[in-house]
């Protein structure tokens, strides 16, 4: 399978240039120097204005990928993954379909070591966060070794609140197993450049139209949706906007679950949609 050429200027490129206030040079109708997408908010940019639906012509929502064996819910909330290898940073942008960047999206990372194992019996090497305000991310890991039947690649789900979860992969370029992985799809390439770190980007586009809710809500003068304290003891039914901590346990559609992660809980984020937050014990 071929690597995927980059393509003309699109508008979600325009964007980008519009938040760092540079030109996008064109030669014969082709970007020059598209600004990768982790320089936008170093430059100090701001959040980006809705633009029209599909505003990528022919840019479809980021494909979804087999989830594989190695998936382990309850990764620990960080955004540096520890680990012995050469050093990468991916970093970018979670859009909407309509190019309005999504924050507050979780984005749950597992991946194999340098020497092309995965950690099954603890958290090596996985790893989840949420974007910001911006709707921008940036992981900090190592790049992952290879092992039989596949090529270099990261794992990752993404959710933006009460939404489905996106299951998917991020490739390298220039890998040579790339041509022979039946998975491999070069539609998930990242840009990859420099060697210690290796930086590379990627922006996710989710079959979301629209901005995400906020994690710190404004309380209005109907209903408070400052988060109410922790459960203390026992079992409670589940609830927006409460603060809950690992090893609580509360009831949802008649199920038991319990917290694997603290965290303020949001409109989207029920118990069975949310599995690195919660794991249903009853």
């Known amino acids: 399978m071929e690597e995927e050429k980059p393509r003309g200027i699109t508008r979600k490129t325009l964007l ?29 940019g701001t959040t980006l204005s809705p633009t029209p639906y599909n505003c990528d012509p022919g840019d479809a929502p980021t494909i979804a990928q087999t989830e594989g064996p190695y998936f382990k819910p309850g990764s620990p909330q960080r955004s540096t993954i520890p680990g012995s290898g050469t050093p990468l940073v991916v970093s970018g942008f979670v859009f909407g379909i309509n190019c309005q960047p999504l924050a507050n999206v979780l984005l749950d990372w597992w991946q194999a070591d340098t020497n092309g194992n995965y950690d099954n019996v603890t958290y090596n090497q996985r790893g989840h966060f949420y974007t910001d305000a911006n709707g921008a991310y940036k992981l900090t890991t190592i790049v992952p070794g290879l092992y039989p039947g596949r090529t270099r690649h990261l794992h990752v789900k993404l959710q933006a609140p009460n939404r489905p979860i996106l299951t998917t992969q991020l490739y390298f370029p220039g890998e040579p197993r790339n041509s022979t992985d039946t998975i491999y799809d070069p539609r998930l390439l990242m840009t990859v450049s420099g060697s210690n770190p290796k930086q590379g980007s ?25 988060p109410s ?14 603060n809950y901590n690992a090893g609580d346990t ?15 809980a949001l409109p989207g984020w029920e118990p069975p949609n949310v599995p690195s937050l919660w794991q249903r014990v009853g």
């Open 202 to 226: 990627y922006d996710f586009v989710l079959n979301v139209a629209g901005p995400t809710p906020s994690r710190t809500p404004t309380p209005t003068p109907t209903r408070s949706n400052t």
């Open 229 to 242: 304290p922790s459960p203390s003891t026992g079992t409670t039914t589940w609830a927006a906007w409460k």
């Open 16 to 44: 980008k240039a519009a938040l760092i206030g540079a030109p996008v040079p064109l030669i014969a109708g082709k970007v020059a120097h598209a600004s990768l997408a982790r320089d936008v908010v170093a430059a100090g």
């Open 250 to 264: 509360v009831l949802y559609s008649g199920s038991t679950y319990r917290c694997l992660q603290s965290h303020t």
